[in-house]
């Protein structure tokens, strides 16, 4: 999914966000969420992965200690 939280208010995402774990979890689902909502990501994710643009390479976080406003320029 690219940005299924995008455009959307406070309240809607909160449901999709709910939405989604929910059907992960019950379906047994991998899935693939692109985002630039860190939140989002620390909050569905059981794995973080970070694009570096300069390199083009990809650097796992780990999730246990990730606090979304590390990244946060």
Not at 19 to 44: M, P, Q, V, W
Not at 59 to 70: C, G, K, L, N, R
């Amino acid at each position: 999914m690219d940005e299924p939280t995008s455009g959307l208010d406070v309240r809607s995402s909160r449901q999709i966000i709910d939405l989604l774990r929910e059907e992960i979890h019950r379906n047994g689902l991998t899935s693939i969420i692109i985002t630039h909502d860190l939140f989002l990501a620390k909050e569905l994710a059981t794995r973080l992965l970070q694009l570096d643009p300069s390199t083009r390479t990809l650097s796992e976080i780990d999730v246990a200690t990730f606090v979304p406003d590390q990244l946060m320029g």
